[in-house]
């Protein structure tokens, strides 16, 4: 497969695989956060862990809106999804994403609301119009990936006149979670040393707004692309920084993002969509500025104003690790529901829903292999 297959080549893999072990100091450990599920995804399946030395490690972080939506929002979706007047549409993973009290899209969904699931912000529209007296609802998520198509459908909604039309806004902001680990890293679990970049956020916001992270936190970040070549030549990169004492933003994903990012991207993002004071992580819990509403000019498409949602805060399931997981503080195997009560197939958990969730991927992929390297070297950290 062209332009593929280049970045799966085993025997590259091999070769950069020895160029780490080579570059990783004897004595030292890297511990590196690959922000994006997407890269978790990546690692596990393509066992990139496996193909490291034992002192560079990899810790999973938040980038899976699926994993970080909380429970309130999810209640809230599942409230709306209950009037009679609504149809809710949403993307599949969502559908089995434990809400309170055991409750999820899918049982309301079997309980008789009108839930639908949608592969595009636009499919959601195209319901609106050939169903003008339904009250349509998309369940929006995501990182600055999805929002510009949000974006688009609303301000296309707008000039249509579709008035059957709104959003339950749920956009969260990449560099502000980032900030927000970097900032709380926890006590007794050792820091991280730098970051593989998000890919797909990238290519909208560009490379500059990592650029805190050098200059605050003094840690480099390199933005990677997902395929497992990729992923080991950004590892590559970081080690070799590090070495040198730097700490830069560097990009290996060159071939989709650029330091400014998608300039018409950004501006229907900034012209449908304002930042909200506060907004509640599954994980990180309140972050300020950390997440986007709509502007005034578009609160007819606002569904938390239309329906007035106000969202009550609701606890996690309290034996998930989720929130240490999308911290980085613990990983799957540490939670003693993984694998055994917790399953793709019965999910107690957001980190197991979402095929890019850490717990996941590595019930997918990874856990025999974590099982006997967690043996061999104790708790990894
Ligand atoms: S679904 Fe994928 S791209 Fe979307 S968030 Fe989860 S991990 Fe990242
Ligand atoms: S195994 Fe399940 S319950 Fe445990 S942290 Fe992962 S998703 Fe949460």
Avoid at 82 to 89: N, Q
Avoid at 129 to 155: M, N
Avoid at 248 to 273: D, H, M
């Amino acid at each position: 497969m062209k332009y593929v297959d280049e970045y799966r080549d085993p025997a590259l893999a091999k070769g950069l695989a020895a160029a780490i072990a080579a570059e990783a100091e004897a004595g030292r450990t890297y511990r590196f956060m690959e922000f994006c599920g997407g890269h978790t995804h990546a690692i596990s399946r393509y066992g990139v862990e496996d193909m490291l030395p034992a002192n560079v490690r990899m810790i999973h972080g938040p980038g899976c809106p699926v994993c970080v939506l909380p429970v309130g929002r999810i209640d809230d979706a599942i409230r709306l999804a209950a009037r009679p007047d609504v149809t809710l549409c949403t993307y599949a993973d969502l559908m089995r994403v434990p809400a309170s009290n055991g409750a999820s899209l899918l049982k309301a969904r079997a309980a008789g609301a009108d839930i639908r699931m949608v592969y595009s912000t636009l499919d959601a529209l195209r319901i609106a119009r050939s169903e003008p007296r339904r009250e349509v609802v998309f369940f929006a998520i995501g990182f600055e990936t999805t929002t510009p198509p949000t974006a688009l459908a609303v301000r296309q909604a707008k000039a249509e006149g579709c008035a059957n039309f709104s959003v339950f806004c749920n956009h969260v902001l990449t560099p502000v979670a980032m900030r927000a680990i970097l900032a709380g890293e926890e006590e007794g679990v050792p820091p991280l040393d730098g970051i593989v970049g998000p890919a797909h956020v990238s290519t909208v916001i560009g490379s500059r707004p990592y650029e805190f992270v050098a200059t605050e936190y003094h840690k480099p970040v390199v933005i990677s692309g997902f395929e497992p070549l990729d992923v080991m030549q950004s590892i590559l990169m970081l080690v070799h920084q590090l070495n040198q004492n730097r700490c830069e933003i560097e990009n290996q994903y060159a071939r989709a993002v650029v330091p400014q990012g998608n300039a018409r991207a950004l501006e229907a993002i900034a012209e449908v969509f304002e930042l909200r004071d506060s907004f509640e992580w599954r994980g990180l819990g309140a972050v300020a500025k950390s997440a986007l509403r709509l502007r005034d000019a578009f609160a007819a498409f606002d569904a938390e104003r239309r329906f007035e949602i106000e969202t009550k805060a609701a606890a996690d399931n309290p034996a998930c690790e989720c929130g240490a997981i999308l911290r980085g503080a613990k990983r799957p195997m540490d939670c003693k529901l993984f694998g055994t009560l917790c399953t793709p197939e019965t999910p107690m958990g957001s980190c197991m829903v979402s095929s890019e969730g850490s717990c996941a991927a590595h019930y997918a992929y990874g856990r025999f292999r974590d099982r006997a390297r967690t043996q061999k070297e104790g708790v990894l950290q």
